[in-house]
C-alpha cells in the first residue's frame, strides 16, 4: 500500500488526482454548510427544538379542560431527613420527553418511540409541555375529571403528537434502571396509551370519582390497563443525550405502611392562572 509523503503542491505521483480529490472535499463541505447539514448545525437546531419556551394554558376556572397545554410536576420529597450523607434529597421535578440524539438528527420533529425521565428544570419547553386528549371524542374545554380516561400526548409540528405508553414489565421491556415498567411515547394510541387522574387520598378517592380535576394540585397518574400510577425513580439517574443527569421514570405504585401512594406517586397538572399574560411568572429554579 503507497502513502502519500509529500503534498498536493509537491508533484510527485497521483498529484492531480490528490488536488481534485481536496476541492472536491471542500465543495462537498460548503454545499452541506448552506444547507444546514453539518453536525453542528442539526444540534444547534435540535437544542433550539428541544428548549423552545412554550406557554402553558391558562385555567380560568381553576380546572383542568380536554386540548390544555400543561406539564406534569412531582413536588419534592416531604420526609428529607431519611436519605443519606451521599444522597441529596429529591428536589421538585418534571416529566420530560428525551429522543435518541442520533434519530432527532435526522428529523425535524419527535418521533416515537421517545424516552421519558424526570428534570429539575422545571421551565415549560417543548419536551416538557403536552397536551391532555379525550379518549371517548369529547370536545375540547370539556373539563377533565377523576377517573376519565385520556390520552397525555406531545406537541404537535415539532412535538410529533407522540401518545405516552406503558406497558407490563417482561425480561426483554422494562426500566432500564429499575426495571419496573417502561414509560414511553409512542406514535399510535391504543389501550396502552389510556391514564386517568386519581385522588392522592385512598379514602377519599371514591368520593371524588367524577369531579373535575383541579390544576396545580396534587394527584395521581395512573395507567388504565395495568393500574400502576406513574412514578419517579428517586433512586435511579439516567444521563440525556444533553447531557443532564435527571431520574428515572416507571410506572410502578409505591404503597407506605398505610397503602397510601408514596410522594414519587404525586404529581400536579401544572397550569398558568389569570395574570401570568401580564406577570409573567420566573422561574427561580
Known amino acids: 500500500m503507497s502513502v502519500r509523503t509529500y503534498n ?4 510527485v505521483g497521483n498529484w492531480n488526482e490528490d488536488i481534485q480529490l481536496e476541492e472536491d472535499t471542500l465543495k462537498d463541505f460548503l454545499e452541506k454548510k448552506e444547507k444546514g447539514e453539518l453536525l453542528h448545525q442539526k444540534r444547534t437546531k435540535l437544542e433550539q427544538t428541544i428548549f423552545k419556551k412554550i406557554d402553558l394554558s391558562v385555567s380560568r376556572d381553576g380546572c383542568v379542560h380536554i386540548g390544555d397545554t400543561v406539564s406534569l410536576r412531582c413536588p419534592a420529597a416531604r420526609d428529607r431527613t431519611k436519605y443519606f450523607a451521599n444522597k441529596e434529597p429529591r428536589d421538585e421535578c418534571q416529566l420530560n420527553v428525551f429522543p435518541e440524539i442520533n434519530r432527532i438528527l435526522e428529523s425535524k420533529q419527535l418521533e416515537g418511540p421517545c424516552h421519558v425521565s424526570s428534570s429539575k428544570d422545571c421551565t415549560s419547553s417543548l419536551r416538557s409541555s403536552f397536551v391532555i386528549k379525550s379518549c371517548d371524542e369529547k370536545l ?5 375529571r377523576y377517573g376519565d380516561l385520556f390520552y397525555l400526548c406531545t406537541l404537535g409540528a415539532e412535538g410529533g403528537d407522540l401518545y405516552l405508553s406503558s406497558d407490563h414489565a417482561t425480561i426483554q421491556k ?15 394510541p391504543s389501550f396502552l396509551t389510556q391514564w386517568r387522574i386519581l ?3 385512598p379514602q377519599l378517592r371514591m368520593e371524588y370519582e367524577g369531579c373535575p380535576v383541579p390544576a396545580n394540585a396534587i394527584a395521581l397518574v395512573n395507567h388504565k390497563y395495568t393500574n400502576q400510577d406513574l412514578a419517579v425513580e428517586e433512586d435511579f439517574v439516567i444521563r440525556t443525550p444533553f447531557g443532564t443527569r435527571e431520574y428515572e421514570i416507571s410506572c410502578h405504585t409505591y404503597l407506605d405502611s398505610h397503602r397510601a401512594e408514596k410522594d414519587v406517586n404525586h404529581w400536579m397538572l401544572m397550569m398558568g392562572v389569570p395574570g401570568d399574560e401580564v406577570y409573567p411568572v420566573v422561574n427561580k429554579s
Do not use: C, I, T
Not at 8 to 11: C, D, F, G, L
Not at 174 to 188: I, N, T, Y
Open 8 to 11: 498536493p503542491s509537491v508533484r
Open 140 to 144: 375540547n374545554g370539556h373539563p377533565l
Open 174 to 188: 422494562s426500566a432500564r434502571r429499575s426495571r419496573h415498567q417502561e414509560v414511553s411515547f409512542v406514535k399510535d
Open 199 to 201: 385522588h392522592y387520598n
